[in-house]
């Protein structure tokens, strides 16, 4: 049977796509309607195509115009041009306007690719911070662990930054999301990473504090992390701290800082606060966030709203204390809470009737939808493309680097009409050249490197791509059949990542038990495979200590020429539970805490001569060099 063409629509729609079997599956005519429903007339784009008036031409070269025309750059200054533009504009985004007619478009400046410095070769930890705990955290790892880690194992290890789990901002309700990829915003942080006590006008609170301290504290003693009474236990101390003593004055540049995306950040908790649930179950009259009766609100609930502005103050000083230990690198979940801030605040931008998620696999017979709403690619570049802009901003502003989940995603999303299974799904394509520039732009803004998620059904075009925008890949041992000496040099390499097995739950059979346990069906040939493959990367035979099993699996990845390697804590402390099992709802996903707590992890022998090993073949901290 010949192939079928796969062709984009108006709209931006692919007509057939190859599935993880290597099989085309066409988009239905059904599908293909919903899809034109949720993004709306296509004009004025083509193909996913670019609004009319953006223009992106690479930094040190010149545009050339039709006739006079006047610039205004992003810091306000004027430029008249009469036929091309200079080639010396500062990277960045600037309005070019016709006299003629007044009409004005759009002009991107940017960088070749991402900032990457070309010396690069270290390695760091993947932490879940929510699971590193101190016998100072509240039941949760917290910004004061993340620190006292970061500065223990930069100046005994020379380790060059800790790759972290998404510290997005949750809706502030009961129950608390647990999935940090399921974020209420990606702008905005999660108050339950606060250290209390480091809280500005925390010790004059005193004793009012002590109580709720050490019930914060006893919630150490439970494995499983509580986050519904972490929550209650924080908002009740931030609130004492709150009412007994206000911030400084550097607290009103931060909110001026923060302009208008904070505020509405701000009156979205103070309203989920108000109302206990996400935005669309508010009353009607609260839910467009540009209303009038919005500004009233505003005018009489000016004392919440700055509270949950001051929370983001204490966030980004706690944050900016840890990246002076280490060098941080975030991660970027693809979507969001649907109900959450970032949705409200953007809901125009939103695709409506349609969930993302992804296409059946080896795993997932009826795909994924995981009822996140994806952006209308149509209302994205009519608006410049300024939710991605200001989102990477955010994610970026701390420096260090960020790595994308699904970097895919940049150039498509696969769909799924809404309450259907992944198989009703098909891709629908977004503005890449934008948001590579955005990427560009920012990135070097920032001197932050930028990894992309790109596992699974990857066009080996767009690799390429990527690795000519120096975005750097992302690859796992489990993965690659080449050896590790082979591994590509523009890439982060590891040994798992958070949604696969341990190295101590694939030795110990734990994870194919507790998978069986989940009616998952985990397939025994295939566990037999990978320890068979792992023995013969590793040159050893069953049975073999756990311990050595590791300490030699970090030794063969440090051989990689990769610019960067991030070793586990999980792995390193021999956990046999991986941090999330796909395809579970039974399962208290994102919710254990590591077996052993902060001063313990620093007494680690096995810690200590992983550390130890790696920084044998790796050093060199991030931001050495130049771009």
């Given at each position: 049977m010949k192939a079928p063409v796969a062709n984009l629509d108006q709209w931006g729609i692919l007509s057939a796509f190859k599935d993880a079997f290597g099989n085309w599956r066409t988009t239905s005519n059904e599908t293909r309607k919903v899809f034109r429903q949720a993004i709306g007339n296509a004009e004025p784009s083509g193909p996913a195509g670019r609004p009319r008036g953006t223009r992106i031409i690479q930094y040190g070269t010149a545009l050339k115009l039709a006739g006079p025309a006047q610039l205004r750059l992003e810091d306000g200054s004027i430029i008249h041009i009469e036929k091309r533009t200079p080639k010396d504009l500062p990277a960045g985004y600037h309005e070019l306007k016709d006299p003629s007619n007044g009409r004005s478009e759009q002009l991107m400046v940017t960088p070749h690719g991402c900032y990457l410095p070309p010396?690069?070769?270290?390695?760091?930890w993947a932490i879940q911070l929510y699971a590193l705990r101190s016998s100072r955290s509240w039941g949760i790892g917290d910004l004061g662990d993340l620190t006292a880690f970061g500065g223990w194992t930069a100046r005994n290890f020379g380790c060059g930054f800790c790759l972290v789990n998404p510290l997005g901002a949750a809706t502030p309700v009961v129950p608390q999301q647990t999935s940090p990829y399921y974020p209420s915003s990606r702008c905005f942080l999660n108050p339950l990473y606060l250290r209390i006590e480091d809280v500005p006008g925390a010790k004059g609170a005193g004793i009012s504090l002590h109580k709720i301290a050490e019930a914060g504290r006893a919630l150490n003693a439970h494995r499983l992390i509580n986050r519904d009474e972490v929550f209650r236990l924080k908002f009740k101390a931030l609130e004492?701290?709150?009412?007994?003593?206000?911030?400084?004055?550097?607290?009103?540049?931060?909110?001026?800082?923060?302009?208008?995306?904070?505020?509405?950040?701000?009156?979205?908790?103070?309203?989920?606060?108000?109302?206990?649930?996400?935005?669309?179950?508010?009353?009607?009259?609260?839910?467009?966030?540009d209303s009038k009766v919005i500004e009233k609100y505003i005018a009489e609930n000016v004392d919440e709203i700055r509270f949950h502005q001051w929370l983001q103050w204490l966030l980004h000083r706690q944050m900016k204390s840890a990246a002076r230990q280490i060098t941080l690198i975030q991660d970027l979940p693809i979507g969001v809470d649907p109900g959450g801030a970032d949705a409200w605040i953007w809901q125009d931008c939103l695709a409506k009737g349609v969930q993302l998620g992804a296409p059946p696999d080896a795993y997932n017979a009826q795909g994924q939808n995981w009822g996140m709403q994806p952006f209308n690619p149509q209302r994205l570049t009519t608006s410049f493309i300024e939710p991605f802009r200001l989102t990477i901003r955010a994610a970026l502003q701390y420096g260090g680097g960020l790595r994308i989940d699904h970097v895919m995603g940049l150039r498509r999303l696969f769909w799924i009409p809404e309450g259907k299974s992944g198989r009703a799904g098909a891709y629908v394509h977004y503005p890449l050249d934008e948001m590579l520039a955005i990427l560009a732009i920012e990135s070097h803004r920032a001197k932050a490197l930028v990894i992309g998620e790109d596992l699974g059904t990857v066009e080996e075009a767009m690799r390429r791509e990527f690795q000519r925008r120096n975005i750097l890949s992302y690859r796992l041992l489990w993965f690659e059949s080449k050896a590790v000496k082979k591994f590509p040099r523009k890439a982060l390499t590891a040994i798992s990542t958070h949604d696969l097995f341990t190295l101590r739950g694939l030795w110990s059979g734990a994870d194919f038990a507790e998978q069986k346990k989940l009616g998952l069906n985990p397939s025994p040939q295939e566990r037999r495979k990978l320890v068979k493959k792992l023995c013969r990367r590793l040159r050893i035979s069953e049975p073999a200590d756990i311990s050595d099993v590791i300490l030699k699996t970090h030794r063969l990845i440090a051989r990689s020429p990769s610019m960067l390697l991030a070793a586990s804590l999980e792995d390193a402390l021999k956990v046999n539970e991986r941090p999330n099992m796909p395809g579970t709802i039974?399962?208290?996903?994102?919710?254990?805490?590591?077996?052993?707590?902060?001063?313990?992890?620093?007494?680690?022998?096995?810690?200590?001569?992983?550390?130890?090993q790696i920084t044998k073949t790796r050093n060199g901290p991030i931001g050495s060099g130049t771009s």
């Amino acid at each position: 049977m010949k192939a079928p063409v796969a062709n984009l629509d108006q709209w931006g729609i692919l007509s057939a796509f190859k599935d993880a079997f290597g099989n085309w599956r066409t988009t239905s005519n059904e599908t293909r309607k919903v899809f034109r429903q949720a993004i709306g007339n296509a004009e004025p784009s083509g193909p996913a195509g670019r609004p009319r008036g953006t223009r992106i031409i690479q930094y040190g070269t010149a545009l050339k115009l039709a006739g006079p025309a006047q610039l205004r750059l992003e810091d306000g200054s004027i430029i008249h041009i009469e036929k091309r533009t200079p080639k010396d504009l500062p990277a960045g985004y600037h309005e070019l306007k016709d006299p003629s007619n007044g009409r004005s478009e759009q002009l991107m400046v940017t960088p070749h690719g991402c900032y990457l410095p070309p010396d690069l070769h270290t390695w760091g930890w993947a932490i879940q911070l929510y699971a590193l705990r101190s016998s100072r955290s509240w039941g949760i790892g917290d910004l004061g662990d993340l620190t006292a880690f970061g500065g223990w194992t930069a100046r005994n290890f020379g380790c060059g930054f800790c790759l972290v789990n998404p510290l997005g901002a949750a809706t502030p309700v009961v129950p608390q999301q647990t999935s940090p990829y399921y974020p209420s915003s990606r702008c905005f942080l999660n108050p339950l990473y606060l250290r209390i006590e480091d809280v500005p006008g925390a010790k004059g609170a005193g004793i009012s504090l002590h109580k709720i301290a050490e019930a914060g504290r006893a919630l150490n003693a439970h494995r499983l992390i509580n986050r519904d009474e972490v929550f209650r236990l924080k908002f009740k101390a931030l609130e004492k701290i709150w009412g007994q003593c206000k911030p400084n004055g550097n607290f009103e540049q931060f909110c001026r800082a923060g302009g208008t995306l904070l505020r509405k950040f701000a009156v979205f908790c103070s309203l989920a606060r108000r109302f206990q649930q996400g935005w669309q179950q508010w009353p009607a009259k609260f839910r467009a966030p540009d209303s009038k009766v919005i500004e009233k609100y505003i005018a009489e609930n000016v004392d919440e709203i700055r509270f949950h502005q001051w929370l983001q103050w204490l966030l980004h000083r706690q944050m900016k204390s840890a990246a002076r230990q280490i060098t941080l690198i975030q991660d970027l979940p693809i979507g969001v809470d649907p109900g959450g801030a970032d949705a409200w605040i953007w809901q125009d931008c939103l695709a409506k009737g349609v969930q993302l998620g992804a296409p059946p696999d080896a795993y997932n017979a009826q795909g994924q939808n995981w009822g996140m709403q994806p952006f209308n690619p149509q209302r994205l570049t009519t608006s410049f493309i300024e939710p991605f802009r200001l989102t990477i901003r955010a994610a970026l502003q701390y420096g260090g680097g960020l790595r994308i989940d699904h970097v895919m995603g940049l150039r498509r999303l696969f769909w799924i009409p809404e309450g259907k299974s992944g198989r009703a799904g098909a891709y629908v394509h977004y503005p890449l050249d934008e948001m590579l520039a955005i990427l560009a732009i920012e990135s070097h803004r920032a001197k932050a490197l930028v990894i992309g998620e790109d596992l699974g059904t990857v066009e080996e075009a767009m690799r390429r791509e990527f690795q000519r925008r120096n975005i750097l890949s992302y690859r796992l041992l489990w993965f690659e059949s080449k050896a590790v000496k082979k591994f590509p040099r523009k890439a982060l390499t590891a040994i798992s990542t958070h949604d696969l097995f341990t190295l101590r739950g694939l030795w110990s059979g734990a994870d194919f038990a507790e998978q069986k346990k989940l009616g998952l069906n985990p397939s025994p040939q295939e566990r037999r495979k990978l320890v068979k493959k792992l023995c013969r990367r590793l040159r050893i035979s069953e049975p073999a200590d756990i311990s050595d099993v590791i300490l030699k699996t970090h030794r063969l990845i440090a051989r990689s020429p990769s610019m960067l390697l991030a070793a586990s804590l999980e792995d390193a402390l021999k956990v046999n539970e991986r941090p999330n099992m796909p395809g579970t709802i039974d399962r208290q996903n994102w919710s254990r805490a590591l077996p052993l707590a902060l001063h313990e992890i620093q007494r680690s022998k096995l810690m200590r001569q992983i550390g130890r090993q790696i920084t044998k073949t790796r050093n060199g901290p991030i931001g050495s060099g130049t771009s």
